[in-house]
């Protein structure tokens, strides 16, 4: 007599086509970040730095090297309110709607080995020597907007040439 099992086979495969846009438009688009910061550059960085996702899941490791930087664009919200923001240009598509836990685990989980990682490719002068104002004799010029909101450590030495903050607080450049 022939056996019959009426359980399903142990592995399903499930396809599905997404259409999205593409270039500046694509998902996790960060406004002008993204062209300097394109996705390829950015999972070259995590394999590099060996913080890939070890499995699939809905908040993979690139999706949280950009939310991370868009908490430095927003650092006065919280992270559902980033995540938010970060999601806000993809009407229409299905974007999954983590817990806040969710997504305190997703910078825990990368840490910040990516993100310096980044830095250390991307940092440094974007002008060449020879353009116009980028030097000052042998000095590269440097300029700040809103030098007020710089804050330097509370040691002896800083608040005697920077002086006091008005309102407490660390001294300010």
């Given amino acids: 007599m022939p056996e019959h099992c009426v359980l399903p086979p142990p592995l399903a495969t499930i396809t599905r086509t997404v259409i999205v846009a593409a270039g500046r438009f694509a998902p996790g688009h960060l406004g002008e970040l993204t062209p300097i910061m394109p996705f390829e550059l950015v999972d070259a960085v995590l394999s590099e730095t060996r913080t890939v996702q070890r499995r699939l899941r809905d908040l993979p ?16 919200v919280g992270y559902r309110l980033v995540w938010a923001k970060l999601t806000a240009g993809l009407p229409g598509m299905p974007v999954v709607r983590p817990s806040t836990k969710a997504l305190r685990d997703l910078h825990r989980r990368l840490g910040s080995t990516p993100v310096r990682a980044l830095f250390e490719v991307l940092a440094g002068p974007l002008a060449r020597p020879t353009t116009s104002g980028v030097r000052f004799g042998p000095y590269r010029t440097v300029s700040f907007d809103g030098c007020s909101s710089i804050k330097v450590p509370d040691s002896e030495r800083n608040p005697g040439w920077l002086g006091r903050c008005p309102h407490g607080g660390y001294p300010q450049v």
């Fill in 61 to 76: 490791s690139r999706v949280g090297v950009y939310f991370l930087l868009a908490m430095c664009l927003f650092p006065e």
